[in-house]
């Protein structure tokens, strides 16, 4: 059965822990999955981050990544989601993708699990999850603290793609979770469910203060995520005040560390004081989305990546 990666809970929490440990090596140290492989690397939306650290990521493995915008291959409109799936498994060894609906991941994965090929389907974000930034932030709050258990990480924003992947991984990894977000802009009762079953009762108020108060971390995500954009005025006026800046950091623990998965607003969802402050890990963090893609797909294609084609 090919594991594919469309969720951070397609990995079982000791799964996540590998794939942790795999991150934290050097790229000497470890094992070259994609020697002489291709992977494909599928954008339907922009990346600075995610784009680079992948390419580097497969590079690290000895892999070749071939980065392919969504409007070359045309999803559903040249031709299937299925159709490109299995077209790109002739010739990699794992298929990559961002995408704006979360759907076409799971139909890739089906289409591939149908031709029995064997080439995993790994989501670099969709309009749901985005697992690659969650296994990022989690190194990241390692990195900084040894181990997560115990620690309380605050979100302040809209409970988003980043958000659900980013509960679901804290919550794998024995953290406790709180979320300030407006009305109408926090987690459904399917998302909280999910997470408890993960092992973490989320806190939920609409007040970041309170979310805030003696967190270990603060994180905090774009008000308009990308499709969004029909919606900006509406969301801009909803977040008022749900900016993390100096008097809701000086709310936290006087160690809190501050994440953003950016790309950021300064002056809107975090202020150009607190990214670029004492508290900040951004940077770590972004530097981090390509060890972590590095463990991921270390983890997920073994010792000897299967499928495509050999180079
Ligand atoms: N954080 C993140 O995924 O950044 P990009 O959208 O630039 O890849
Ligand atoms: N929530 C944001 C994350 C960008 C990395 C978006 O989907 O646009």
């Not at 040894?146 to 302040?156: I, S």
């Not at 999910?194 to 009762?201: E, F, K, N, S, T």
């Not at 989320?202 to 029909?230: F, I, N």
Request: one cysteine or more; proline letters at 5%; a negative charge.
């Amino acid at each position: 059965m090919t594991r594919h990666l469309l969720d951070i809970d397609d990995l079982s929490a000791g799964e996540l822990e590998e794939v942790l440990r795999i991150a934290e090596r050097s790229v000497a140290d470890t094992p070259k999955a994609l020697a002489g492989k291709g992977a494909a690397l599928v954008f339907e939306k922009p990346s600075a981050r995610t784009r680079s650290a992948t390419e580097l990521a497969v590079f690290g493995l000895g892999g070749h990544p071939v980065y392919i915008q969504g409007s070359e291959v045309g999803i559903d409109s040249r031709e299937t989601a299925e159709d490109v799936a299995r077209t790109l498994a002739c010739y990699h060894s794992v298929i990559c993708a961002r995408v704006v609906d979360h759907r076409t991941l799971v139909r890739m994965a089906a289409a591939i699990d149908t031709a029995g090929v064997g080439v995993p389907v790994v989501n670099l974000l969709s309009d749901l999850a985005h697992p690659g930034q969650a296994v990022a932030d989690v190194l990241t709050m390692r990195q900084r603290w040894g181990a997560t258990r115990g620690r309380t990480l605050a979100y302040v924003g809209d409970a988003n793609n980043v958000w659900r992947s980013l509960a679901a991984a804290c919550a794998m990894s024995g953290m406790s979770l709180r979320l300030a977000a407006p009305e109408g802009y926090g987690p459904s009762p399917a998302d909280l469910d999910r997470i408890a079953r993960l092992g973490a009762v989320v806190e939920v108020t609409t007040d970041p203060a309170e979310a805030a108060a003696g967190a270990d971390a603060l994180y905090t995500d774009v008000w308009v995520s990308m499709g969004q954009e029909p919606e900006a005025a509406d969301r801009r006026k909803a977040f008022e005040g749900f900016t993390v800046d100096e008097p809701l950091v000086a709310r936290a623990s006087s160690e809190v560390i501050v994440l953003h998965c950016l790309p950021a607003h300064r002056g809107e969802e975090i202020s150009a004081g607190v990214l670029e402050g004492p508290h900040s890990v951004v940077w770590s963090q972004a530097a981090n989305r390509m060890h972590a893609m590095r463990g991921l797909l270390a983890w997920l294609l073994g010792d000897d990546a299967p499928g495509g084609v050999v180079l």
